[in-house]
């Protein structure tokens, strides 16, 4: 074959089963005070606690884990998007996301999950359907692909398993 032509990749190619694919796992506002404060809500596990049980379900699944948390609202439509671009280039599966307080608020995150095509799976440590009125409602459930409330912390993993299996497993 002439070097000029482009080189097509082979399916079977060993190359194929190298390509690193990432979950992201993005946290909202207050999120990093875990393990603090109201541990009858939320438990006792940190944020770096959190991560590393993601890290672990993460692996078990072949999956490379991007752990992140911010109070900034725009930051996190900053990352919806890079993880939209993500799943769009093949490297990414999608995005598991704890919108705290921004999810009864916020129209800019789902616009973002829309915008970006990004397969979300969104996750509440506590049960938000028992708590106040105003935590009934989250405006990121209507593009989620699926949501999970209630577990704890280990929502996350549930979380990172359905993401994995909506995804094709
Ligand atoms: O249950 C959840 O995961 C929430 O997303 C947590 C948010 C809350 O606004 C949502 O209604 C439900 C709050 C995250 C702040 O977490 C704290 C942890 C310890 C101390 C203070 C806040």
Redesign the pocket.
Known sequence: MPDSLPQRADPRSPVRSRRVTTVFVLN????N??????PE??GTATLADVERLCRETAAELGLTLDFRQSNQEGELVDWLQEAGAAVAAGAGIGAVL????Y??TSIALPDAIEGARLPVVE??????HK?EPF?HHSYVSAVAAGVV?GFGVIGYQLAIRGLHQLRGG
């Open positions: 909202g506002p207050n999120l005070l875990l393990g603090g404060r109201e809500v939320y704890n919108p705290a307080a999810s009864h996750v509440h440590i506590s049960n938000v708590r935590r409330v």
